[in-house]
């Protein structure tokens, strides 16, 4: 998120349509960023669908890459755990994913299994030689083979995510494999706790409906989001035709990430769409074509019937 400037940024979903949004003809989808961190982003977006709000946090859900770990080879393990528990450990640490993008998806990589264009290792080597004490080996205690890929951790202290206890002479010593993939494979490449958003925070548009004892408002208070829109008075008519166009995101930062994506599969779409045009229009021709054919028959036969007859003009006089 290093190259946001300022408050406002534009989405760039539509560079294709002329400056207007593709789906309602109105102005362009816009973020506004209200508060943004190393861990947490908050943002408006506004001037599009329901469906685009949602289609962006499905994509920051399943379908940002990021690194983990996906085989492991046990050499040594005289733990107590088994070799599939610490595997399952393992697959599920989270390692540093900004350099994702780079790194190619196995299925896409020239080689049969993994090599450094589409993995990277990481070792762990542990043994309790300390008496009575057990030796706690965290992710901290990973090797890797490449700094850009390494257990995510919080600071110099963090000794990271607990992988096993061991007493004295117990060791573990395993060989792991980071593969770049998404969250829809398995939920180990999942980019984000959670993803949240809200809209019409009065509920103006009535699409929830609020259980209650006695008194609604006293029962349900009103979100924080709420002050970014004008309350509702009592005596407000409803509005048939309004659609919710505000969503207010609460997102881990993936965002620049799941907007590629999504732009990306907005282009695939269009390329669909516009193939499907094509096609159509051949198609519409062609009837078109067919239609005049069949009417300039069906005239010339009427023709041909209903040749007036010379007694015709004569019958009423
Ligand atoms: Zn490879």
Known sequence: ????????????????FNNSDPFNGGPKPDIIIQELDSEKIKFILTNTELSVANALRRLMIAEVPTIAIDMVEIELNTSVLADEFIAHRLGLIPLDSMEAEKIKYTRECNCSQYCPNCSVELTLHAKCVQDGQSLEVCSRDLQTSDPRVSPVLKDDNDKGILIAKLRKGQELKVKCVAKKGVAKEHAKWSPCAAVAFEYDPHNR????HYWKE????????????????????????FDYNATPNKFYFTVEEIVMSALKRLQEKLGMLQIALADDTTEQLHLRQQQQRQQEQQEAQEQALLRQRYIPQSDDNLSFS
């Open 205 to 208: 548009l009535r699409h929830t």
């Open 1 to 16: 998120m290093n190259n946001i400037n300022g408050t406002n940024f534009n989405l760039g979903l539509n560079n294709n």
């Open 214 to 237: 006695e008194d609604e408002k006293k029962e349900w208070p009103l979100g924080t989001n709420a002050i970014q829109e004008p309350p509702m008075t009592d005596d407000e008519p």
